[in-house]
């Protein structure tokens, strides 16, 4: 059973930075990527920032040149540096593990999710 847990959330104003990290846990052998995804207030869940085993990346159009995705495979960690926020970057983060096949695809392991708010 795969786990993942976040940590790194938290209130920032608009400008600052934040990084989160996700350890995962018992991950499974077919799955060869991760995710951070984010979910704001009366909005559907979106893909922030994925990952593959080898490092290849896909960002939000919104979040390029922004927010930075990376892993430590020896750690089983994948982290979100997240620079000069926004206030509509404001949402519950959610850490995904899925698979890579020239972009991302999520399976069905999910993180209990991070908030991150960003004053104007």
């Known amino acids: 059973q795969v786990q993942l847990v976040e940590s790194g959330g938290g209130l920032v104003q608009a400008g600052g930075s934040l990084r989160l990290s996700c350890a995962a846990s018992?991950?499974?052998?077919?799955?060869?990527?991760m995710a951070w995804y984010r979910q704001a207030p009366g909005k559907q869940r979106e893909l922030v920032a994925g990952i593959s085993n080898g490092g290849s990346t896909k960002y939000a159009d919104s979040v390029k040149g922004r927010f930075t995705i990376s892993r430590d495979n020896a750690k089983n960690t994948v982290y979100l540096q997240m620079n000069n926020l926004k206030p509509e970057d404001t949402g519950v983060y959610y850490c995904?593990?899925?698979?890579?096949?020239?972009?991302?695809?999520?399976?069905?392991?999910w993180g209990q999710g991070t908030q991150v708010t960003v004053s104007s």
């Open positions: 995904n593990a899925g698979l890579w096949g020239g972009t991302y695809f999520s399976a069905n392991y």
């Open positions: 018992g991950t499974s052998s077919r799955l060869n990527a």
